[in-house]
């Protein structure tokens, strides 16, 4: 089993960054695909990022490529998301999860665990 949690959001300008981390605790956490998703209010929650076990590949939704970077320390149980240039449709509650899986890791249905999610406000 793996427990997740979030940290690093908080309110930035239009144009500013932010960098997004998440813990994991046990000692599995170099076998899961971790993914990025975040969900605005009165919207459903939709993919940001993912990344494979090893961090071989990485995906990104169209809307954040070129801005957004996905990486991992297996050393150190963590993943992080640091986000450039972020837009105010950025805004939303960001969570990280973990999936056994190592293909279709755009599909909110393939995460197993989740984390508690943190609040990521961009202002224009």
């Known amino acids: 089993q793996v427990q997740l949690v979030e940290s690093g959001g908080g309110l930035v300008q239009a144009g500013g960054s932010l960098r997004l981390s998440c813990a994991a605790s046990?000692?599995?956490?170099?076998?899961?695909?971790m993914g990025w998703f975040r969900q605005a209010p009165g919207k459903e929650r939709e993919f940001v990022a993912a990344?494979?076990?090893?961090?071989?590949?990485?995906y990104y939704a169209d809307s954040v490529k070129g801005r957004f970077t996905i990486s991992r320390d297996n050393a150190k149980n963590t993943l992080s998301l640091q986000m450039n240039n972020l837009k105010p449709e950025d805004t939303a509650v960001y969570y990280c999860?973990?999936?056994?899986?190592?293909?279709?890791?755009?599909?909110?249905?393939?995460?197993?665990?989740w984390g508690q999610g943190t609040q990521v406000t961009v202002s224009s």
């Open positions: 999860a973990a999936s056994p899986r190592v293909f279709g890791l755009t599909a909110l249905k393939l995460y197993d665990y």
């Open positions: 046990g000692r599995t956490f170099s076998s899961y695909s």
């Open positions: 990344i494979t076990w090893n961090g071989g590949y990485t």
